[in-house]
């Protein structure tokens, strides 16, 4: 049996597929993010828009290109992303988390700018952002195969399988980013695949090949 198809028609196919960081505001001139790139969710957009997929991608604040006919929705927060992604997720066959969601925001977003008082320290409080994915997961009818990414700093795998569970997620793709040569922000990532029935290591490659075979993987999974 062939792992990965050289050519697949994924006509007929919606896709959602979530990348970039969120930022959630502090003030008008201030915000908390992360350093996700969007490569890897821009990447799968265009790969599996090239195979015949309806393609929309919902993204947080990045610096790349819209791929060619993909229909983009650019959003900045969480909570955002979270609307977008529900609405775009009831019309899809097949919903990827990719982004790096903000777990937490600002309780209350100042409206004018926060300016230094004399004392040393600051405070901020912050509360938690819904969980996007989780919520695409248990959406109770229309629910599309649903695959989501785990970065991990350690115990990479151990954590992907306890978030694939408790997210009731079909499928994930864990990410190893205490290396710096992969993950946020690189051209080249590692992944390891993990399903209900079993796992797969797609090893160090440029992120738009990894995304083909992902793209692929997932598409063999899809209604399996
Ligand atoms: N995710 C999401 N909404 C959030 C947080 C995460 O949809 N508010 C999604 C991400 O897009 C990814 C998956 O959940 O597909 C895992 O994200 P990750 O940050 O690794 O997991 P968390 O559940 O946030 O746990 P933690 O950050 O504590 O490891
Ligand atoms: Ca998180």
């Excluded at 799968?44 to 060619?68: D, H, R, Y």
Aim: net charge neutral; aromatic share 4%; hydrophobic share 45%.
């Amino acid at each position: 049996e062939q792992l990965f198809s050289p050519v697949k028609n994924l006509q007929g196919l919606r896709i959602t597929i979530t990348a970039g960081p969120t930022r959630e505001a502090i003030d008008p001139v201030r915000y908390i993010s992360n350093h996700s790139s969007g490569k890897m969710g821009f990447a799968l957009a265009q790969a599996a828009a090239a195979m015949g997929a309806e393609v929309t991608l919902i993204s947080g604040p990045v610096q790349l290109t819209t791929p060619a006919g993909v229909t983009r929705i650019d959003v900045q927060s969480a909570e955002q992303m979270h609307q977008a992604a529900l609405s775009a997720a009831v019309q899809s066959d097949i919903f990827i988390g990719c982004a790096a969601v903000a777990d937490y925001r600002v309780a209350e977003i100042a409206a004018d700018k926060l300016k230094k008082g004399a004392e040393a320290e600051m405070q901020l409080t912050l509360v938690k952002n819904p969980d996007i994915i989780a919520a695409v997961a248990a959406l109770p009818q229309q629910r599309p195969f649903t695959v989501g990414f785990a970065a991990e700093t350690r115990n990479v795998l151990e954590y992907a399988r306890q978030k694939l569970l408790n997210k009731r997620l079909d499928m994930i793709c864990a990410n190893d980013v205490s290396a710096s040569d992969r993950g946020f922000n690189s051209d080249d990532n590692a992944l390891s695949v993990i399903w209900r029935g079993g796992e797969l290591d797609l090893p160090k490659a440029p992120k738009q090949k990894l995304a083909t075979q992902l793209i692929t993987l997932i598409s063999e999974h899809y209604k399996n």
